[in-house]
């Protein structure tokens, strides 16, 4: 039987409440039931303790969103319209209220972080953030959780050097935009090729700009990779930034699309890729980060691959080596 | 597609009497690497290149007195005399299409564009070519995706492609057909659609009866 490290899964009710209008929309809650229900009778469930996520106060969403888009963005859902920018972008009444949940989930799981309660957490929570810009809602995402946790575990806890590892089937346009010209916050993205994948960002050619020159990695796959492919680039690609990095803190875009069974994505990854991308979370967040890591919970549509890829990355992350 | 909408205005322009070393000069300090060469009327005479003016100037391999004594030559030489005479030009109401195939068949850098009076009015190069293509095919266009359809062999497939996607509301700006080759054994459909909810937009074509495939590189085998 192996050991684990404590887990904390940051997540509220509110965010079941973010109704994206049936008709088939991916983006919905049951996504969040089917994690749950896994999770329960997981081996996991001993070691998770749970925390509700505080509201994302509006100082920490404006280092990333323009006041001008929170209050669009607000007025959007309380005037009863169904979308914002995009029909991909389906709210209700209380998305706003959700969206202030899954941002502040990062916001909270860093506090337990630094509060030493524990060393792993994962925030699952929706709407997701990757691709929302700074008055941009895109790919539906509104609020961008990760950017946000970023600027807060830099100006709350005064950890300078940040590095995401995004590893959604989908390149992050929102977090490199909003990191492009930063060389404190390392934007590094694992996602099919923009040629063919939504949103068409994420070029390799694209590293950074200005001061930020050389902060942002992207590992662009062809359509059909497959885990050997991903493994691949962890070691010969992930595996030397990091070390060049130095991060004093870990954000993990944890993204569950690239599943073969998720048709989102044209990318053909097995279930247990997800279990050695949290083997090497884990082993990444020890080496720099004394085990430290952050996770948030963003693509992944397939319902059951989604609950038992998440199950597969969370073991990977919590076990100990013997 | 009209050359007009991508052409570099104004051109910069320089007359025949311009002696070689300024031109250079000139060349070098804007980096450009192509000069229209243009009379008082400002009507086009000649075209020169980086090229052209890299081959006027003597070898370095010349003696030093041999070598003075042709950059002496060439203070005085104007650019008509090296400047090509047959050169290809374009009109704004030329196509990016017809662009192409000059600049790939001339295997030529750059373009005059003149207007029906043999007036210079702006330069279309390759590179004004790219950015063209680059526009038109949506690429970096945030909010995109592409999808790859097999054809199905069944008459109207782009009519029933369309007509599905706009029955589902679901915005496409590109669908390109691509016949069959040598290289894939399906003729292929490729639709750029401006969603991210993939799902909905397999199903709806499933409907139509299409089947979406993953890219792939080698041919298919089935």
Request: glycine fraction near 6%; include cysteine.
């Amino acid at each position: 039987m192996p050991s684990f490290a404590p887990l904390a899964i940051i997540t509220d009710p509110l965010c079941h409440r973010h109704d994206t209008g049936g008709n088939d929309h991916p983006e919905a809650p049951a996504r969040l039931v089917a994690i749950k229900e896994r999770l329960d009778q997981s081996q996991l469930a001993p070691i998770i303790t749970t925390a509700q996520p505080r509201p994302a106060e509006r100082q920490w969403l404006t280092t990333i969103h323009s006041d001008e888009y929170l209050y669009r963005f607000e007025e959007t859902t309380l005037s009863g319209k169904s979308y914002l920018d995009h029909q991909d972008n389906q709210l209700c009444f209380e998305s706003y209220e959700a969206a202030l949940r899954a941002a502040g989930a990062g916001l909270t799981a860093i506090d337990l972080l630094e509060g030493s309660q524990t060393s792993r957490a994962f925030c699952c929570a929706r709407p997701p953030g990757h691709h929302a810009e700074r008055s941009l809602a895109l790919g539906f995402c509104f609020l961008n959780n990760a950017a946000i946790a970023a600027r807060y575990w830099q100006q709350a806890h005064h950890r300078r050097k940040v590095m995401i590892i995004d590893w959604d089937a989908h390149h992050g346009n929102g977090i490199q935009a909003a990191f492009e010209e930063d060389p404190e916050v390392f934007y590094l993205s694992i996602h099919e090729h923009p040629t063919w994948s939504f949103p068409g960002t994420g070029w390799q050619e694209e590293t950074g700009l200005g001061p930020g020159k050389g902060a942002t990695c992207n590992l662009p796959l062809p359509p059909g990779s497959d885990d050997a492919a991903v493994k691949k680039i962890l070691l010969e690609k992930v595996e030397p930034t990091i070390d060049f990095f130095e991060p004093e803190t870990i954000i993990i875009c944890a993204g569950f699309d690239g599943h073969a069974q998720d048709d989102m994505s044209g990318l053909c990854y097995t279930t247990d890729l997800y279990r050695h991308l949290g083997d090497c979370a884990a082993r990444w967040a020890d080496r720099y980060c004394q085990g430290r890591v952050l996770s948030l919970l963003e693509g992944g549509y397939h319902l059951s691959s989604l609950a038992a890829s998440v199950e597969a990355y969370l073991t990977g992350l919590v076990t100990l080596e013997p | 597609m009209f050359i007009a909408r991508y052409m570099t205005t104004p051109a910069l322009t320089i007359p025949p009497e311009m002696t070689i070393p300024v031109a250079k000069e000139l060349l070098q300090s804007r980096h450009f690497r192509h000069l229209p060469v243009v009379d008082d009327a400002g009507k086009l005479v000649g075209v020169i290149t980086d090229r052209d003016l890299r081959s006027a100037y003597p070898s370095s391999v010349l003696s030093g007195d041999t070598i003075k004594t042709c950059l002496a030559e060439l203070d005085k030489t104007p650019v008509s005399t090296i400047m090509t005479r047959a050169f290809f030009t374009v009109t704004p109401a030329s196509t990016l299409d017809d662009a192409l195939i000059l600049l790939d068949r001339e295997r030529v850098g750059a373009l005059p564009v003149v207007d029906e009076n043999g007036k210079v009015v702006g330069i279309f190069s390759i590179r004004d070519l790219t950015k063209a293509y680059r526009t038109l095919f949506g690429l970096g266009e945030r909010g995109s995706a592409m999808i790859v359809v097999e054809d199905d062999g069944n008459p109207k497939p782009l009519t029933r492609i369309s007509r599905v996607l706009e029955e589902h509301k679901i915005r496409f700006t590109r669908l390109i057909r691509k016949d069959q080759d040598d290289f894939l054994d399906k003729s292929t459909i490729y639709l750029r659609v401006n969603t991210y909810n993939l799902s909905a937009v397999r199903n709806a074509l499933k409907e139509a009866g299409f089947n979406v495939t993953i890219p792939t590189i080698t041919p298919s085998t089935e």
